[in-house]
């Protein structure tokens, strides 16, 4: 091939696509011989639709033009298997498509594949028995994180340049943070939402670079029918910011917690190294963190995360005409219904609006700041089999969550945009993303940042060690 697709991101293939330059058939050449030779072994696509892959590039179809694409398995796609990662869905296959994928469709993304996802996406690892687990393609020993483990072992992989992703509380940010990967978490509303698990959750992508995403996010945005949440302002298309350095920020950060949690010490030189990064580029940085009671808040954060997922688990049991029990879900699941069940209406209500007011304290904050960087997990990735839900209770899975995955579930909670980018790899040739929040509706200004940074300190040459 003339052009060495693995060092070019999407936007680039665009172009050349748009001048003739590369052919799409190339290109889906490219990315099924990828996904075939590396997929068994990564586990990461958990279902392959290759008669997608036809096609010549045809503008009219989109600007996307018939460009290859990867859905995570909780959202349908009309016809396909709908596992959500669990047994208590075999046999499934959606009726239609949900607006996510009507959104990549319409703008000519060509669904080729769904991605691997713990069981309904409630763990930061992706770790399914029905749909197996997922490894880190950078150290096969560990955990790519998740849920959108699945999307970002592909993209980091090369199985394709970007891929759908969702967060619910970190599941876009974490698992590009274990992958090497740009991962950005739009403000509530940004994009067509659910109101399930009290709208916490948001959809995106993850991506190897910047321009990707924002091109992304670009074809993403707008509300469905029915959204409860106003679209944030926009202004121009997010592709345009990644080209302009923002001007000069003030940067809030800390890197150790002290008595809140224990962050690993290479996780707190990751985080001290980009804070210096940022001072040099011109930006005021200094130690500071809002002023709310990070422990109560997430006791909170799981008392409605627990209530709302097992309300999820059942509605889609019902959906494909099952009964749960313990033989069709795992043990996280069904002992997270038992305990979801013995919360009453008041406590639930109470978590919900303590988190309201502790939100106001975060929003505040940032009138103070225009950016927090903390990290993205208060460890390095985990090894794999870690979180395991078909052998774990839900408070043990909690309990590792605790120490792992504390502080990316905060911007969930108060909507605001937050991203893990790519600047630090460690021991075990594991990579350490940087977390960086913002306020609520100002994506622009993180895509600036962003860009800046990956200009400041490229990433890109890291793929070569795993792209063969």
């Not at 033009?65 to 990867?70: E, I």
């Not at 509380?169 to 740009?182: E, T, V, W």
């Not at 605790?402 to 790519?422: E, K």
Request: aromatic share 10%.
């Amino acid at each position: 091939m003339i052009h060495d697709l693995n060092q070019l991101d999407g936007v680039a293939q665009l172009e050349l696509l748009k001048k003739n330059q590369l052919k799409l058939s190339e290109v889906n050449e490219h990315y099924k011989e990828k996904l075939i030779k590396k997929n068994p072994d990564l586990q990461a696509v958990v279902h392959t639709m290759f008669d997608n892959f036809n096609g010549e590039w045809d503008e009219s179809k989109g600007p996307y033009g018939g460009f290859p694409f990867l859905i995570k398995d909780l959202n349908a796609v009309k016809g396909e298997p709908l596992s959500l990662g669990s047994k208590i869905m075999e046999g499934f296959h959606a009726g239609a498509d949900d607006e996510i994928v009507r959104r990549y469709k319409k703008a000519g993304l060509s669904i080729i594949g769904k991605t691997n996802t713990p069981e309904f996406g409630f763990t930061p690892a992706t770790e399914s028995e029905f749909l197996g687990f997922t490894k880190n393609p950078w150290n096969s020993n560990f955990s790519p994180g998740g849920s959108s483990g699945g999307a970002a072992a592909a993209v980091a992989s090369g199985m394709i340049p970007f891929a759908h992703a969702s967060d619910g509380g970190g599941s876009i940010r974490i698992p590009a943070s274990c992958c090497g990967l740009f991962g950005l978490k739009p403000t509530r509303g940004r994009t067509p939402m659910s109101m399930r698990i009290n709208s916490l959750a948001v959809h995106h992508a993850v991506t190897r670079s910047v321009r990707d995403s924002a091109a992304l996010l670009d074809v993403l945005e707008g509300p469905q029918l029915g959204d409860s949440f106003s679209t944030p302002e926009k202004g121009a298309p997010f592709q345009r910011y990644t080209e302009e350095d923002p001007p000069p920020l003030k940067i809030a950060y800390m890197a150790d917690f002290g008595s809140l949690m224990d962050i690993g010490p290479e996780v707190q030189r990751a985080i001290q190294s980009t804070a210096e990064l940022c001072e040099e580029l011109g930006h005021h940085v200094e130690i500071a963190y809002p002023d709310f009671d990070l422990h109560r808040f997430m006791n909170a954060y799981v008392t409605v995360w627990v209530v709302g997922g097992a309300l999820a688990v059942k509605n889609a049991a019902r959906l494909n005409n099952k009964e749960i029990t313990s033989k069709n879900v795992e043990r996280l699941l069904y002992t997270m219904i038992e305990k979801s069940e013995r919360f009453t209406v008041f406590e639930y209500e109470e978590a919900r609006q303590f988190l309201f007011d502790e939100s106001i304290k975060v929003h505040q904050f940032f009138e103070t700041y225009d950016v927090l960087l903390h990290p993205v997990n208060s460890k390095t990735p985990l090894p794999l089999g870690e979180y395991n839900g078909s052998k774990k209770h839900v408070d043990d899975i909690l309990e590792v969550s605790s120490n792992y995955a504390h502080l990316t579930p905060v911007a969930n909670v108060t909507g605001q945009p937050a991203m893990s980018v790519p600047l630090y790899w460690g021991e075990n040739n594991l990579p350490i993303g940087s977390h960086f929040m913002g306020r609520f509706g100002e994506e622009a200004l993180l895509f600036r940042l962003a860009g800046q940074l990956e200009r400041a300190r490229p990433w890109w040459g890291m793929y070569k060690q795993i792209d063969d």
